[in-house]
């Protein structure tokens, strides 16, 4: 079911957009208001701004069950802004949730869809809060009621008190030729703005006549002791005429009645009712004008002015630009090879030289071009960021850890499907640090560290690589513990695990069906594992790094490629055919000979600065055995590392360093075991992309 | 054509009300919060400004009185929420005419503005 909303899609957007800074206002000054022991009345104002916005807007565009929402958390805020209550954690928990809550309501809107989400229960709780701090204010009435003022004749005596001197006054200004008029207004309006309606009502009136007398008084009326009727006694100048177009003018009066004021008849004259009449087809008229203006507003959507310099793009169009780039790209490699070619050939001539020209600056274009594009897909990881700490909060609340959150560098920028792709293993290594890093409080005071733990979440840039790091100040990562529990699961015998250095021995927690926890918890410890962590981190070519130390903490640091479509890469030819290795993930390329070689359990390896470096064969991989007499007597090793472990590929030659565009292999061939893509080279050959973490860990099993 | 100061810091509600008031042939200015009323008010000299009571930087109330000082003639109209009654109150005292209450219905505001600046 729709939620026929009244507002126009380009309002909507802008609905969403401002709602979305408000929810993220209320959500980090939330956090600050739980942290900040001192009362702080700016930050209590913007959260109550901000709520107070919401509703307004909300309410504006006809999401009611929005508006309600707003209405009574603005309630409680009132009351925790004017110190009728304090802050705790519960009320915190409370505001929490309601702001989860608003969440899906705005998802409502997104999806044009009402949720089946209840509000009974979080209102409840918020008139409970609120009632405890004092008096309840009044029910939210979000449909306001129309008003249509028409003057009526009436028939009975409207009465009013007045003493001798009012009397008195009135009998002077008769005489004067001041036409005395009794009036009464009924009031249509919400109950909570009865008073002041009623205040600037009598306000106008009084700048026409002279008000006599008036019940309520204007003092009662301040003092909010109002009905919904108020009654006058007027002196003017004027016709009746004019006081009731002027009522007729006047908002939110339901109903109204006016007498000339005697104090022995009650009697109209016949003309004045007619202005009567006349005025109430005055107000039907003016209210056709309103009408018409709701239907032009409806039509003419177009002339809203707008200052925003953005466009919005969809995701799918940056993809193919893309991919056109990386088209341009692979054209550029080739013609500078085809210029090359060229001037080997012979001299250049004329026509030569000015192609060469051309080319070189196209080549020039083409890397600017791809500079830009690759901006335009980038968002600062603030995006992803952002939902953390509300996060850590909740959990460390869960699992009774105390814990200091702190993140910088969220402006640091990504390609937007690298943030995609990077945000589940964050949350799963700030959950386990969270969880299994910091000690309780009590633990930690016992080892003599602060009760409260340490929680880093960093983005930077470095080169062309975003690293991102999580450290903790936690109990660390014991390797012994590790290696005790992987050979209990029967990862690794017990003889391979003596002979794992700490570091080698720390990073099997990336192992599938390892887990340190000895128990599971709320938080942790069951579902995926960091062995997902670790692929979903290798999916995008990125790499993580453990850094633990047992009692001081633990520190991950992953390290992500700028873009997922072009990558630096060394190109190696086995054969006659040309492979890249993506440059992240290569140490260093070695030259040895043959006789170098050594074996180790029947395995190929080769001492490195005193390091046992196992070797991979890549002709062997891709294309079967290796005969003896192919076997060159010198080889070229390109060292690759990802997650602490090293290999040495053995290759035929080294070609040379290049930027390549990635390409699928597409459905057809599909998954290659090895190779993780291909792309196009300069003259026009496709070279496979060697898959080195699907290699290592070949080698390892 | 008379010109209208909006004063409001959601730009959601300014761009709403803006295009009521422009397409009832209104001129309209738009300010976010108290402060730059002030500053607008002094350069436009609107005929009438409707005023959000709760922004940042400066509330309305507040901008109601400094406005008052400036222009002791200035026509402004409080635009409330539910539950400000209050401050409503205090800005009627201040000098502000009238009230509109938010949701706001477009037939209220134009009534509302038409009755001061016909």
């Not at chain 1, 009574?72 to 309601?98: H, Y």
């Not at chain 1, 009567?276 to 032009?296: F, H, M, P, Y």
């Not at chain 1, 080319?359 to 600062?380: F, G, Y």
Request: with cysteine.
């Amino acid at each position: 079911m729709g939620l026929n909303l009244d507002a126009s899609p380009e309002e909507l957007k802008i609905f969403l957009e401002e709602v979305e800074e408000h929810f993220q206002t209320l959500e980090e000054d939330l956090l600050r208001l739980e942290k900040e022991d001192e009362f702080n009345e700016d930050l209590m104002q913007e959260i109550f701004r901000a709520s107070h916005t919401l509703k307004g807007s909300s309410a504006t565009i006809g999401h009611h069950r929005m508006a309600e929402l707003t209405h009574a958390m603005e309630n409680v805020l009132d009351k925790l802004r004017k110190k009728q209550l304090a802050v705790s954690r519960e009320l915190i928990d409370i505001l929490f949730e309601c702001l989860d809550h608003l969440r899906i309501l705005r998802d409502e809107i997104i999806n044009d869809e009402k949720s089946d989400l209840e509000l009974e229960g979080i209102l409840g709780k918020l008139s409970a809060v609120q009632k405890s701090g004092g008096i309840p204010a009044g029910r939210v009435d979000i449909q306001p009621p129309s008003s249509k003022a028409s003057c009526q004749e009436s028939e009975r005596k409207i009465e009013i008190d007045l003493t001798w001197e009012e009397k008195d006054r009135i009998h002077n200004a008769v005489e004067q030729g001041l036409k005395p008029y009794i009036i009464r207004l009924t009031f249509d309006v919400e109950p909570e703005m009865l008073a002041v309606r009623a205040f600037v009502t009598l306000m106008a009136l009084s700048e026409l006549a002279e008000v006599v007398k008036s019940q309520p008084t204007a003092d009662e009326i301040e003092h909010e002791k109002v009905s919904d009727t108020l009654v006058a006694l007027l002196l003017t100048e004027g016709e009746e005429e004019k006081i009731t177009k002027l009522v007729n003018e006047l908002p939110s009066i339901a109903g109204c009645e006016i007498q000339l004021y005697a104090d022995d008849i009650v009697r109209k004259t016949d003309s004045s009712a007619e202005t009567v009449n006349e005025a109430n087809n005055l107000s039907e008229e003016r209210n056709q004008t309103g009408d018409q203006a709701k239907a032009g507003s409806a039509v003419k959507n177009v002339s809203a002015k707008k200052a925003n310099r953005t466009v919005r793009v969809d995701v799918d169009l940056l993809d193919s630009l893309m991919n056109l780039v990386g088209e341009l790209v692979i054209d550029r490699t080739r013609l500078f090879q085809i210029l090359g070619n060229l001037e080997a050939i012979d001299e250049m001539d004329e026509i030569s030289q000015d192609l060469g020209r051309t080319s070189i600056h196209i080549a020039r274009v083409t890397t600017q071009l791809q500079e830009q594009i690759m901006k335009a897909r980038m968002l600062p990881v603030e995006n992803l960021f952002n939902k953390f700490p509300r996060m850590v909060r909740d959990l460390s609340q869960k699992a009774g850890k105390e814990v200091n959150f702190v993140m910088t560098g969220q402006e640091t920028e990504l390609d937007r499907s690298i943030i995609e792709e990077i945000g589940d293993p964050l949350i799963h290594l700030l959950r386990n640090a969270v969880d299994h890093g910091i000690e309780s409080p009590e633990e930690r005071r016992a080892q003599g560290k602060s009760s409260t733990g340490q929680l880093k979440l960093q983005a930077s840039h470095e080169e062309n690589h975003i690293i991102i790091t999580i450290k903790d100040d936690g109990r660390g990562i014991d390797p012994e513990q590790v290696r005790q529990s992987a050979i209990k699961k029967g990862l690794i015998t017990e003889e391979q695990a003596k002979r794992l250095t700490d570091k080698e021995a720390v990073n099997l927690i990336f192992m599938s069906g390892l887990s340190t926890a000895t128990r599971v918890t709320d938080v942790s410890g069951r579902g995926v594992g960091m062995d997902v962590v670790r692929n979903n981190i290798e999916k995008i070519n990125g790499a993580i790094e453990i850094n633990s130390v047992v009692g001081q903490g633990t520190e991950f640091k992953i390290k992500l490629p700028l873009t997922l479509a072009i990558i630096r890469a060394l190109l190696v030819s086995i054969g006659k055919s040309v492979y890249a290795i993506p440059l992240s993930t290569i140490t260093e390329t070695i030259r040895m000979q043959r006789k170098q070689i050594e074996f180790v359990n029947n395995r190929e390896v080769i001492v490195v600065r005193g390091k046992v470096l196992p070797l991979i064969r890549l002709k062997s991989v891709f294309s079967g055995a290796v005969s003896e007499e192919e076997q060159k007597e010198k080889l070229f090793i390109v060292v690759v590392n990802l997650a602490g472990q090293q290999v040495g590929l053995v290759v035929d030659s080294l070609v040379g360093e290049q930027e390549i565009v990635i390409k699928s292999l597409g459905k057809y061939i599909g998954d290659v075991q090895g190779i993780s893509g291909a792309t196009i080279l300069g003259d026009g050959s496709v070279a496979l992309i060697v898959d080195v973490s699907n290699l290592i860990k070949k080698a390892a099993s | 054509m008379a010109r209208v100061l909006l004063v409001d810091d959601a730009a959601f509600m300014r761009m709403r009300c803006a295009k009521l008031l422009t397409e009832n042939g209104y001129s309209v200015d738009e300010a976010e919060n108290g402060q730059e009323a002030i500053e607008k008010y002094q350069k436009i000299k609107p005929d009438l400004v409707l005023m959000d009571i709760t922004m940042p930087v400066m509330d309305g109330l507040t901008a109601v009185a400094e406005i008052k000082k400036i222009d002791p003639d200035a026509k402004i109209v409080m635009c409330s929420a539910l539950g400000q009654q209050n401050t409503v109150m205090s800005a009627i005292k201040a000098g502000a005419k009238d009230f509109i209450v938010k949701p706001y219905q477009p037939e209220k505001i134009l009534s509302t503005i038409k009755r001061f600046v016909g």
